[in-house]
Every structure is written in C-alpha cells, then in structure tokens.
C-alpha cells in the first residue's frame, strides 16, 4: 500500500513564504512524476507545479517565478517552496506521484490528503 503524506501547510500573510513537503511511503518500484495541485473553494482542481525523475519541471504561469519544486529521488520525496504568496494562492494543496508497484508494468496516480494553505492579505 502506498501513502503520500504532506506537511507544511498554514497561514501566512501575502509576501510571505511557505514550504510544502510531501513523502511517499509504501511498496514503490518506481515513481515518474511528482507535483502537487491545489483546490480553491469552488473551483477545479488544478495543476502547480510537477517535476520527472530526471528534475525537469513544470509550473502553472500563476506561479512561475514564485514557486520552485524541488525532488529526491532517494527519499521518495518532493518539496514546494513558495514565495510571495498573493491571497489567490488560498487552497488545499495536494501532493501526487505517478508511481508503479510492481516492476513498471502499470503506473497509477496517488493523492495525498492534501494541506490547506491560507494568505491572508
């Protein structure tokens, strides 16, 4: 069984910084992509940023230049460092891999539980 926890949501005011982090746990053959999305209230969820075994990365232009993701592909591990957090950046932020279990023969997404991640203005 697989878990994806995450840690390191809360308030912060606008301008400020928060770092997410996200472990994946359980039987793990292989993991291909990380990233996290966020849901606002009442909205769609939608996609942050997302890094590849090999680090390349991509972000939603709402967050280029202000969020980084970073990987450790050792630990099972994926980070989200943001930056000059704006109030829009209010949502449950949810961590998912890309991962197989059982020697690459099929991929499945998991989700953690997600984190809510509040800025106040």
């Known amino acids: 069984q697989v878990q994806l926890v995450e840690s390191g949501g809360g308030l912060v005011q606008a301008g400020g910084s928060l770092r997410l982090s996200c472990a994946a746990s359980g039987t793990i053959f292989s993991i291909s992509v990380m990233g996290w999305y966020r849901q606002a209230p009442g909205k769609q969820r939608q996609l942050v940023a997302r890094?590849?075994?090999?680090?390349?990365?991509d972000y939603a232009d709402s967050v280029k230049g202000r969020f980084t993701s970073s990987r450790d592909n050792a630990k099972n591990t994926v980070d989200l460092q943001m930056n000059s957090l704006k109030a829009e950046d209010t949502a449950v932020y949810y961590c998912?891999?890309?991962?197989?279990?059982?020697?690459?023969?099929?991929?499945?997404?998991?989700w953690g539980q997600g984190t809510q991640v509040t800025v106040s203005s």
């Open positions: 890094i590849t075994s090999s680090g390349s990365t």
């Open positions: 998912y891999a890309i991962l197989s279990t059982d020697s690459g023969t099929r991929w499945q997404n998991y």
